[in-house]
C-alpha cells in the first residue's frame, strides 16, 4: 500500500491517538504514527501540540524516520523555541554519527531551523562539519554558512567561517568547491567578506569541468563578478570557459554567454581573438532555439539584449528566427522583434518576403506586427523603402481592416523619415479613410492630411468630415485634429477661416480636456497675436525619426547584458525593479508626531494676549516638530512672497503681416478698430470668451508677486482677481468666524493678510447687544505655522450697535507643532466680565489655505 493512506484520514480525537502512538516502544508504530504527523502538518493541520512527543522520536539509528523528525522540526521550531532547544543534544550527537548522511542531515537541518536561541549552539557542530572527512557532509556545511550569516551575520564573522568557506574553495572535491562558491556569493551580496583574486579564478577553472551543470552555473556567476587585470588574464578565462558554450544545459550556456559578453569589453576591438570569440557564441545561441518553447522564449529574450549589444554576433543567422507555423505566439513575437534587429540590406528582401506572408496570418496581434515590422524595415534600411512602401500598398488592397489601419500607421512614419518622396500613395490612402476606426490610425491620416493639406485638394472636405463628431473622437485624434486644421488654415487661409474657428471653439470652449484646451489657447493667441510666427511654429521643419524606437537605453543595455541568463534579462527591467532587496522586516515609525500633537491642545502651549494689561505671557521653547519660517504660511503654496518681481511681458509693438482671412477669425473682432498693429488687427484677445480684453494696467516692481499670469490681472476691470487683490498679494473676503449668538452679543469678523512682509489678522468687532463691551482678548492655540500676534489688543470700548476695525500684525516664529489637518488654525475669543475670563468660542477653526 502506498502512503496516500495517511492523507485520508479524518476522524476526531486524532491527536490524542498520535499521541499515544508516538510514545509506543514498538518502532514499527512509532514510524507509522510520524508519518501520519507529516501527512497532517502537509495538509495544513496544527499538529504543533505533539512537538515533544515527536522530538523524543529523534533518538533512532532509522534514516528515514529521522529525516521525518526533522522536516517536522524545521516546520514548528520557529513557534515552539523553547522546546526546539530540547533537540540541540541530539543534533550535536547526530554531527558526530559514523553515518555521513546523518551527520549532513543534522548541519542542515540546524541551519533551516531559523531560531536565534539555537544558533549558538550550532557553531562548534558546523565548524566540524566543515572540516568533515566526506565531502558530502562538506558541501552540505558549506551551504549551511550562508543560511546561518542571514540569520546572524556578526556570529560568522567573529567565528572564522568566511576563513573556512574561503579555504573550501581549495577542496579536492568540485562540488565541494561549487558551494562554497555558491555560499561566498550570496554572503558578498550584502557584504563583501571575500575578493576573489587570479589563485582564487584559477581553482575555480580546475573545479568547473567537474562539477555538476548546477556547480558549474555557481562557478561561472562567481567569474562574472570577477574583473581581470589585463587584457592576457581575460584572454586566458575566455579561452578556458568557450567550452562551456556546447554544454547540453541551458543555464550553463546562458551563463557561459553573459562571462563572455563581460570580458569581451575588456579586449581590444577588432583583434581576431574577438572575431574568433563571436564565431563561438552563435552556434549555441542558435541551438538553444531547438528546445521546449518555454526555453526558446527564454534564449530569445537574451538574444534580443545580445542583438542590440552586438548585432555581428547573430547576423549571419536571420533564418533561425523565421517563425514556424506551430509556434506559441509569445515566441512568434520575439522572433520578429530580433529578425527587425538583423535586418539589412544584403538579407531585406527575404524579411520583406516572411513578413508578407506573416501579415496573411490568422492571429491578428501577430498580423499588426508583421505590418509595423514592414514600416520599421522601412524606416532602418533606406534602399529598401520603396519596396516596403509597395508592400504596404498591397497590403492595403486587401483590405482588410486591421491591415489598412496599422499600414496607414506605419506610413505615416515613412513620411517623417522620407519627406517628400512617396506622397504620391496619399490618394491610395484617402481611399480608405471611412475604414479607420481606431484612435491611432485616424490620427495618423489626419497628420497625414494636415501635414501635406496643399497637395490634396478637397483636404478641408476630409478634415471636416472629422470635425462632425469632435467630441466622440478619442484625445488623440482631438489633438491631432487640431493641429491639422491649424496647419491648413496657415496653408490655405482664405478658404478654411470658418473650419479653424469652429475647431478652436469646439476645443476650447466645448471641452474638458485640459492638454487640448492648453493646445487650443496656444494656437488661437499664436495666430491672434503674429501669424509670422505661427507659420514658423506650426510649419516648422519635422526632425527625421530615428531607426530604431524601442532600442534600451545603453546603460541599461549595459546593466542587463550582466544579467543574461537570469529573470533580469526575461524581463528586460534591472532586479531592483521586481525584486525586494531589504528584507528585513519594516521598524515602526517613532510616535513623535503624535506626541506633539497631543501636547498641542495642552494649556501650558497657548500663547494668549490680555488687553487691559498690556502684556503678553512668555512664549514657551519652540519645540522642532515643524520648523519656524517667516513665510511658512506662503510657502505652503510654494510663493516666494518676498521676491522682487519679475516685469510682466510685453508683446513688441511692431506691425507684423496678417494673413488674408484672419481679421475676423474668432468672430465679433473689428479689425479697423485695433489699436495694437502687433496682434494682427484684432484690439486685445479674450483667450477665455472672444470679447476684447481689457487695457492692461502698469505693473509696479513693488508688488511681491508681480504678475504672475503676464498679462492677466493687474486692473480693476482686467483683473482675474477679487477687488480686494492688492500689490501685497490677495487677500481674501472677510468670513463670520464668531456669531453674536456664541459671542454674547460680540459678533467677529476676519481673513488674514500680508502687507509688506508682515501677516495680519484684519478682524471687525460688532457689537450686537444693548451694553458697551470692552476687555476682550484673543487667544491662539500652539499651531502648524507657529503663527503668535507680534503686540498686544489696544484698548477699546465698542457702543451697542457699533464696529471697530482691528489689525493685528503677527509673526511665525512662535511655537510650532504639527496639527490635524496641517493647515487649521485654532483661535479663541475671551470676554472679561467682572475680573472673570469667559471663553466665548473654544476651538474656532480658521482655514488657512481659505484665508
Not at 551551504?143 to 573550501?168: M, R, S, W, Y
Not at 515643524?626 to 510657502?635: G, R, V
Amino acid at each position: 500500500m502506498t502512503d496516500s493512506k495517511y492523507f485520508t484520514t479524518t476522524k476526531k480525537g486524532e491527536i490524542f491517538e498520535l499521541k499515544n502512538e508516538l510514545n509506543s516502544d514498538k518502532k514499527e508504530k512509532k514510524r507509522e504514527a510520524v508519518k501520519k504527523v507529516i501527512a497532517s502538518m502537509t495538509v495544513g493541520k496544527d499538529v504543533s501540540a505533539l512537538f515533544p512527543d515527536v522530538v523524543n522520536c529523534m533518538q533512532t539509528d532509522n534514516v528515514e524516520l529521522k529525516k521525518l523528525v526533522y522536516l517536522y522540526l524545521m516546520n514548528y521550531a520557529k513557534s515552539q523555541p523553547d522546546l526546539a532547544i530540547m533537540a540541540v543534544n541530539t543534533f550535536v550527537k547526530d554531527c558526530e554519527d559514523p553515518n555521513p548522511l546523518i551527520r549532513a542531515l543534522a548541519v542542515r537541518t540546524m541551519g533551516c531551523i531559523r531560531v536565534d536561541k539555537i544558533t549558538e549552539y550550532l557553531c562548534e557542530p558546523l565548524r566540524k562539519c566543515m572540516k568533515d572527512e566526506d565531502p558530502y557532509v562538506r558541501k552540505t556545511a558549506a551551504v549551511c554558512v550562508a543560511k546561518l550569516h542571514d540569520i546572524n551575520p556578526t556570529l560568522v564573522e567573529d567565528q572564522g567561517f568566511v576563513e573556512l568557506l574561503n579555504d573550501l574553495l581549495s577542496d579536492s572535491n568540485p562540488m565541494v568547491v561549487a558551494n562554497a562558491v555558491a555560499a561566498i556569493t550570496e554572503i558578498n551580496e550584502t557584504r563583501t567578506v571575500v575578493k576573489m583574486n587570479l589563485q582564487t579564478v584559477n581553482k575555480l577553472l580546475t573545479a568547473l569541468n567537474e562539477c555538476t551543470e548546477w556547480g558549474q552555473v555557481f562557478i561561472l556567476d562567481a567569474l562574472a563578478n570577477y574583473d581581470p587585470k589585463d587584457e592576457r588574464e581575460a584572454q586566458n578565462i575566455c579561452e578556458r570557459i568557450s567550452p562551456r558554450l556546447a554544454h547540453a544545459n541551458a543555464a550553463v550556456v546562458l551563463s557561459t554567454v553573459r562571462v563572455l559578453m563581460k570580458l569581451i569589453n575588456m579586449l581590444p576591438e577588432n583583434s581576431d581573438f574577438i572575431t574568433q570569440l563571436v564565431k563561438k557564441l552563435a552556434p549555441p545561441m542558435v541551438t538553444l532555439l531547438s528546445a521546449e518553447p518555454e526555453i526558446q522564449y527564454v534564449a530569445l529574450r537574451n538574444i534580443n539584449l545580445i542583438v542590440q549589444k552586438r548585432p555581428d554576433v547573430l547576423k549571419q543567422e536571420m533564418k533561425v528566427f523565421f517563425v514556424k507555423y506551430n509556434d506559441p505566439i509569445y515566441v512568434k513575437m520575439e522572433k520578429l522583434d530580433i529578425m527587425i534587429r538583423l535586418a539589412q540590406q544584403n538579407n531585406i528582401s527575404q524579411v520583406l518576403s516572411e513578413l508578407k506572408e506573416y501579415a496573411a496570418e490568422v492571429d491578428v496581434d501577430f498580423v499588426r506586427k508583421a505590418v509595423r515590422a514592414i514600416g520599421r524595415c522601412a524606416i532602418k534600411v533606406e534602399q529598401s523603402s520603396e519596396k516596403c512602401v509597395a508592400t504596404l500598398l498591397d497590403l492595403i488592397q486587401t483590405k482588410v481592416n486591421y491591415v489598412v489601419q496599422e499600414a496607414v500607421v506605419v506610413i505615416k512614419d515613412i513620411f517623417r523619415k522620407y519627406p517628400n518622396r512617396y506622397e504620391n500613395i496619399i490618394s491610395n490612402l484617402c481611399e480608405n479613410l471611412d475604414t479607420l476606426d481606431e484612435p491611432e490610425a485616424r490620427a495618423s491620416m489626419i497628420w497625414i492630411i494636415g501635414e501635406y493639406a496643399e497637395r490634396i485638394d478637397n483636404a478641408d472636405e476630409l478634415l471636416e468630415s472629422f470635425v462632425e463628431g469632435f467630441h466622440d473622437e478619442n484625445t488623440q485624434v482631438q489633438l491631432q485634429l487640431l493641429t491639422a486644421v491649424v496647419k491648413l488654415f496657415l496653408k490655405r487661409p482664405t478658404d478654411t477661416q470658418q473650419l479653424v474657428q469652429r475647431v478652436l471653439s469646439l476645443a476650447t470652449q466645448d471641452s474638458d480636456n485640459p492638454d487640448l484646451r492648453d493646445r487650443g489657447y496656444i494656437y488661437w493667441r499664436l495666430l491672434s497675436a503674429d501669424p509670422a510666427a505661427a507659420k514658423d511654429v506650426v510649419l516648422a521643419e519635422k526632425p527625421l525619426i530615428s531607426e530604431e524606437t524601442d532600442l534600451l537605453e545603453p546603460s541599461l543595455l549595459n546593466q542587463l547584458v550582466g544579467y543574461i541568463g537570469s529573470l533580469a534579462s526575461v524581463y528586460h527591467k534591472p532586479p531592483t525593479a521586481f525584486v525586494d532587496s531589504t528584507r528585513a522586516p519594516l521598524r515602526g515609525a517613532p510616535a513623535a508626531a503624535s506626541s506633539a500633537s497631543t501636547s498641542s491642545a495642552t494649556p501650558a502651549a497657548q500663547d494668549a494676549i490680555i488687553v487691559p494689561t498690556g502684556t503678553t505671557t512668555a512664549a514657551p521653547a519652540q519645540p522642532t516638530v515643524i520648523p519656524s519660517q517667516d513665510n511658512i504660511i506662503a510657502d505652503l503654496l510654494s510663493l516666494d512672497l518676498n521676491a522682487p518681481a519679475a516685469p510682466a511681458p510685453s508683446f513688441p509693438q511692431t506691425s507684423t503681416s496678417v494673413i488674408p482671412g484672419l481679421d475676423d477669425l474668432l468672430g465679433g473682432f473689428d479689425a479697423t478698430t485695433s489699436s495694437n498693429p502687433s496682434i494682427g488687427g484684432f484690439s486685445g484677445l479674450d483667450i477665455l470668451g472672444g470679447a476684447p480684453a481689457a487695457p492692461a494696467a502698469p505693473t509696479s516692481s513693488s508688488a511681491p508677486l508681480g504678475d504672475l499670469f503676464g498679462s492677466l490681472g493687474g486692473s480693476d476691470t482686467g483683473s482675474i482677481f477679487p477687488t480686494s487683490t492688492g500689490l501685497n498679494g490677495y487677500v481674501a473676503p472677510k468670513t463670520n468666524w464668531l456669531d453674536a449668538t456664541r459671542g454674547k452679543g460680540l459678533e467677529i469678523q476676519g481673513t488674514f493678510a500680508r502687507r509688506a512682509g508682515t501677516i495680519y489678522m484684519e478682524m471687525t468687532f460688532n457689537n450686537k447687544s444693548l451694553v458697551p463691551l470692552s476687555d476682550f482678548a484673543i487667544q491662539f492655540n500652539t499651531n502648524s505655522f507657529g503663527l503668535t500676534p507680534a503686540s498686544p489688543i489696544e484698548p477699546h470700548v465698542i457702543q451697542p450697535n457699533a464696529s471697530l476695525e482691528i489689525n493685528v500684525p503677527c509673526r511665525t516664529n512662535g511655537p510650532a507643532a504639527k496639527t490635524e489637518p496641517l493647515t487649521n488654525l485654532q483661535v479663541s475669543p475671551f470676554l472679561r466680565e467682572n475680573e472673570i475670563n469667559v471663553v466665548l468660542a473654544q476651538n474656532l477653526i480658521l482655514n488657512s489655505t481659505k484665508n
